[in-house]
């Protein structure tokens, strides 16, 4: 069996981002392992994300990952806890809504209503692989 490669990606536009939320969706993370920089104007995430480009097996895969957002002006949290730090939030989509081109707003949109608001210069992300993918016998489920 082939090792897997580590997904990279970087986003510079609202379809990038796309591929990005793509790959993150159902990523599940502590939030204290999201970290908003104001001084680097940067907002990072280390999550686990589910593979869902991995070839059809019985039991699913994660992975842990780096998500990062420069260029980010400010952020606003809205319904998402802070305590604790090792609270678990699931990622459920990434977008971007346009205002001052390049910039707008990239939309982190988490399980139970809640989000995170980054208002930025331009869209500027990029998402990279940083472990050995390991088994999960927990599939996300969508209801339809």
Do not use: Y
Not at 57 to 64: A, H, I, Q, Y
Not at 74 to 84: C, D, M, T
């Amino acid at each position: 069996m082939a090792k897997p490669e580590p997904l990279r990606l970087l986003a510079e536009d609202e379809d990038d981002l796309a591929v990005i939320s793509a790959a993150v969706q159902d990523a599940v993370a502590m939030v204290g392992d999201i970290e908003w920089d104001a001084r680097r104007r940067r907002l990072t995430m280390a999550l686990n994300r589910f593979r869902w480009e991995a070839p059809g097996s019985f039991l699913g895969e994660r992975v842990r990952a780096g998500l990062q957002f420069a260029s980010v002006l400010a952020v606003k949290a809205r319904n998402l806890r802070r305590e604790p730090r090792d609270a678990v939030v699931e990622l459920l989509a990434v977008s971007f809504e346009p205002g001052e081109p390049p910039g707008g707003v990239i939309r982190l949109a988490f399980a139970g209503g809640g989000d995170l608001a980054l208002t930025v210069e331009c869209v500027d992300a990029a998402l990279a692989d940083i472990s050995h993918p390991w088994p999960t016998a927990r599939t996300p489920t969508h209801e339809r």
